[in-house]
Structure formats: C-alpha cells, structure tokens
C-alpha cells in the first residue's frame, strides 16, 4: 500500500514563494507517475502538475507555468513542488497523487491528505 505525505503548506504574501513535499512510504514512485493538485473553496480539483516516474517528463498547467516547478529525488522517495511568484489565486488545498498509465491516460488511485497553501494580497 503506498501512502503518501504532503507538507510544506502554509500562508504567505502574494510574489512569496512555498515549496511542498509528497513523501511517499509503503511503495516507491517507480513505474508511476506523480502529481499536484489542487482545489479552492467552492471550486473544483484541478491539475497542477506531473513529473513521469524517473523524472525525465514533467506537464504544468497554464495557469502555473513558469511559475511552479516538479521535481523528484527518488533516493528520498520524495516528490517536491517549488511554487514562485505566488498569487492569491493560487490559494488552495494542494494534494499530491501517485498514479498507473492506462493507455493515454494515467489513473490515480493514491492521493495524500492535503496540504493549505494560502496567498494574502
């Protein structure tokens, strides 16, 4: 059973930057992909981004590019996301997810418990 542990979450001032970590225990990232999402009060999860499972491909989502950057360090098992130039905007919960490649898609059956990442104007 893989279990993964988000944290690095908290509050700042917009342009301030965080930077979140997905610890994954129980199983390692290898063979599946990882990702960030993210859901605000009142709105629907949405994808952030996602890192392929040795790292060579990554995928952002408009809103976040060239702002966010994934990364992994499979040594530590640890999937990280350093979020610069921050906006109010980008106030949500932020859940990391470990997935399996079915096709052109990728199903994500293990997601983390969240962690608030709140940006004041």
């Known amino acids: 059973q893989l279990q993964l542990v988000e944290s690095g979450g908290g509050s700042v001032q917009a342009g301030g930057s965080l930077r979140l970590s997905c610890a994954a225990s129980g199983l390692t990232f290898s063979a599946r992909p990882t990702a960030w999402f993210r859901q605000a009060p009142g709105k629907e999860r949405e994808f952030v981004a996602r890192i392929s499972w040795n790292g060579g491909s990554t995928n952002y989502a408009d809103s976040v590019k060239g702002r966010f950057t994934i990364s992994m360090v499979s040594a530590k098992n640890t999937v990280y996301l350093q979020m610069d130039s921050l906006k109010p905007e980008d106030t949500a919960v932020y859940y990391c997810?470990?997935?399996?490649?079915?096709?052109?898609?990728?199903?994500?059956?293990?997601w983390g418990q969240g962690t608030q990442v709140t940006v004041s104007s």
């Open positions: 997810a470990s997935g399996v490649v079915r096709g052109t898609k990728v199903d994500y059956d293990y």
